[in-house]
């Protein structure tokens, strides 16, 4: 059984920094396709960033570009997302997802509907 379990997460002020970490196990992790999404308070999942089964090629949402980064090592079944510049409209739930229905395509998908595993998420808070 696949479980995804995510970290990382906390209350800073605006213009900090946070790394979430999601650790994977139960199936073997080089082939799949890792995301994170998040829901902010009264909204709707969201795409955030998505990542290859390589970590060749990542997707992100337009106002995470320059910010955040995905990247993923493949020996420990983690990947990771690094925030930088938080601002407090990035205060949200933050869940990894995994995918095994991309192994060997260069592009990860951002539906969440692509995406068949979930971690129970991490609270991200960012105050100004």
């Known amino acids: 059984q696949v479980q995804l379990v995510e970290s990382g997460g906390g209350s800073v002020q605006a213009g900090d920094s946070l790394r979430l970490s999601c650790v994977a196990s139960?199936?073997?992790?080089?082939?799949?396709?890792m995301a994170w999404f998040r829901r902010a308070p009264g909204k709707e999942r969201a795409f955030v960033t998505s990542?290859?089964?390589?970590?060749?090629?990542?997707s992100y949402e337009d106002s995470v570009k320059g910010r955040f980064a995905i990247s993923r090592d493949n020996a420990k079944t983690t990947v990771y997302l690094q925030m930088n510049s938080l601002q407090p409209v990035d205060t949200a739930v933050y869940y990894c997802?995994?995918?095994?229905?991309?192994?060997?395509?260069?592009?990860?998908?951002?539906?969440?509907?692509?995406?068949?595993?979930w971690g129970q998420g991490t609270q991200v808070t960012v105050s100004s």
């Open positions: 997802a995994l995918t095994d229905n991309y192994s060997g395509r260069y592009y990860a998908p951002y539906r969440a509907s692509d995406y068949e595993h």
């Open positions: 990542i290859n089964w390589r970590g060749g090629s990542s």
């Open positions: 139960g199936r073997t992790f080089g082939n799949v396709a």
